[in-house]
């Protein structure tokens, strides 16, 4: 710069000089602006931690009654935030003020799978939990002897450490419309609302029926067919592989049941196996019975997708895979083979049972296809009516023990689909006795040992 005395260009230079001192400070006055704002929120966060929604689902009914709670909660301004169960800490419940609990049951009165470790790990326990105040939605279904069973011990174990019920305990039965509104109800005088979001009734969708094959022509079990649905709209629907349709006989609305989605978007078509039921009487099961017997190509079904997140991929996609199930559950693993092959990861470890190889062998040729083309590295099929001694799935895994536990050292991530009677808990066995039932605990917590079982 050349020296000069003359005022207006001093001026000039005094105005330039400032006017680029403001360019520099506005960026760090606006982080600071935002630095101080978060220091308040949090600051504030720390005074008043808000509500707490916590849930344990296995289905994903009671984390979508969750996500429609904390929605209810923020939209009348008050602070919440989400948790699973598992996620919580015996500090966070003594710390908490508010929590509400939505939980459902498994097993014969026992907690979902996530939640088999806070269970375990703090309601056997005493925890002094005389500031909390709290709420329990229970989901389970009276076909069950322990109805809600794990609802009702969370409730009681709560009230054992001095916590205090916000309203008595709501139970849902079969996701009860009623029971849910009930709940709501309890919500909105709770957070001064009256105008909570409608938790209406899911939205059926027409679907178009493509195609249907019955897979096991000659099969001492019950007839299993493979469906094809096509949107009527045209318009295929956003969904991951371990997702669910709810599909309901135009007779039964009220009674959808849930199948497991045995394809990927990429297909175009949502692929579902459906086991005929038939009763004791001799008639069919409503959805199944309309779904393979009645229903004709061409005819329009109602179909839900749902989200199932705790059976999805997620992060697990980037993990080797062991897939176990048996029967109609090659559904759910087919799907994530479909999505693992499509990723492009060939770590896949399927062991899978059912009756005879001569006619139970589903989807055959196209696991071969993926095993000749290196996306399916294991394949263990257990036929357990081909030789005189019975043998199943959670046999071979057991045999198979070392490898598990080289599978899971790697990495692996584990998924279970198929029966709870007599598979389920077999596996869960045969897994607790390779790996640890500490260790197994420990992958259900984090993720990596996920089932779909019914
Ligand atoms: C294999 C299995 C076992 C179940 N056991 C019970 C039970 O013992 N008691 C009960 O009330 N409900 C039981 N249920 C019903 C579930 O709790 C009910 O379907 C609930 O809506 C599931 O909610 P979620 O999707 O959040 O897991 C069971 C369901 C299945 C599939």
């Known amino acids: 710069m050349i020296w000069t005395n003359d005022p207006t260009r001093l001026?000039?230079?005094?105005?330039?000089?400032?006017?680029?001192?403001?360019?520099?400070?506005?960026?760090?006055?606006?982080?600071?602006?935002?630095?101080?704002?978060?220091?308040?929120?949090?600051?504030?966060?720390?005074?008043?931690?808000?509500?707490?929604?916590?849930?344990?689902?296995?289905?994903?009914?009671?984390?979508?009654?969750?996500?429609?709670?904390?929605?209810?909660?923020?939209?009348?301004?008050?602070?919440?935030?989400?948790?699973?169960?598992?996620?919580?800490?015996?500090?966070?419940?003594?710390?908490?003020?508010?929590?509400?609990?939505?939980?459902?049951?498994?097993?014969?009165?026992?907690?979902?799978?996530?939640?088999?470790?806070?269970?375990?790990?703090?309601?056997?326990?005493?925890?002094?939990?005389?500031?909390?105040?709290?709420?329990?939605?229970?989901?389970?279904?009276?076909?069950?002897?322990?109805?809600?069973?794990?609802?009702?011990?969370?409730?009681?174990?709560?009230?054992?450490q001095g916590a205090q019920s916000l309203f008595p305990r709501v139970e849902v039965n079969r996701s009860s419309a009623e029971a849910i509104g009930a709940w709501r109800q309890q919500l909105s005088h709770l957070a001064g609302t009256s105008d909570a979001p409608d938790w209406g009734a899911p939205a059926f969708a027409p679907w178009r029926l493509a195609a249907r094959v019955l897979l096991n022509p000659g099969s001492a079990g019950a007839p299993v067919y493979h469906l094809e649905l096509e949107p009527q709209d045209g318009v295929l629907p956003a969904w991951e592989s371990g997702d669910l349709v709810q599909a309901a006989a135009p007779s039964d609305p009220e009674r959808a049941r849930e199948y497991s989605i045995a394809s990927i978007p990429a297909d175009g078509r949502v692929h579902l196996l459906v086991r005929l039921h038939t009763h004791a009487d001799g008639s069919h099961g409503a959805a199944s019975g309309w779904l393979t017997q009645q229903a004709g190509i061409g005819q329009t079904v109602q179909l839900r997708l749902r989200q199932h997140r705790r059976f999805r991929l997620e992060d697990n996609l980037q993990r080797p895979l062991i897939l176990i199930g048996n029967g109609s559950g090659i559904a759910g693993l087919r799907g994530h083979?479909?999505?693992?092959?499509?990723?492009?990861?060939?770590?896949?470890?399927?062991?899978?049972?059912?009756?005879?190889?001569?006619?139970?062998?589903?989807?055959?040729?196209?696991?071969?296809?993926?095993?000749?083309?290196?996306?399916?590295?294991?394949?263990?099929?257990?036929?357990?009516?081909?030789?005189?001694?019975?043998?199943?799935?959670?046999?071979?895994?057991?045999?198979?023990?070392?490898?598990?536990?080289?599978?899971?050292?790697?990495?692996?991530?584990?998924?279970?689909?198929?029966?709870?009677?007599?598979?389920?808990?077999?596996v869960d066995a045969a897994l607790a006795a390779a790996l640890g039932r500490d260790a197994l605990d420990q992958l259900a917590v984090v993720g990596r040992y996920r089932r779909d079982v019914y």
């Open 337 to 426: 083979l479909k999505a693992r092959a499509a990723a492009g990861r060939a770590r896949n470890w399927l062991l899978f049972g059912e009756r005879n190889e001569a006619h139970d062998y589903h989807y055959r040729e196209e696991l071969a296809t993926w095993q000749l083309h290196g996306k399916l590295e294991n394949l263990d099929m257990v036929f357990s009516r081909d030789q005189p001694q019975r043998r199943y799935v959670q046999d071979r895994l057991a045999e198979q023990a070392d490898e598990v536990r080289a599978w899971v050292a790697a990495g692996a991530a584990i998924y279970v689909c198929g029966s709870l009677d007599g598979m389920a808990a077999g």
């Open 11 to 160: 001026m000039l230079v005094a105005s330039l000089a400032m006017s680029y001192a403001l360019v520099c400070l506005a960026p760090y006055l606006r982080t600071r602006r935002k630095h101080l704002a978060a220091q308040r929120a949090k600051a504030e966060a720390a005074a008043n931690p808000g509500w707490i929604v916590a849930y344990a689902s296995q289905t994903g009914n009671a984390e979508e009654l969750a996500e429609q709670t904390l929605a209810t909660l923020r939209l009348a301004g008050i602070p919440a935030q989400l948790s699973e169960l598992s996620a919580l800490q015996a500090e966070d419940l003594q710390r908490a003020e508010r929590i509400l609990f939505l939980v459902s049951t498994y097993g014969e009165g026992d907690a979902p799978d996530g939640a088999a470790a806070f269970a375990g790990r703090l309601m056997t326990k005493g925890l002094a939990l005389p500031q909390l105040h709290y709420a329990v939605l229970a989901l389970g279904d009276r076909a069950y002897a322990q109805f809600c069973g794990f609802g009702r011990a969370l409730d009681a174990w709560l009230q054992e």
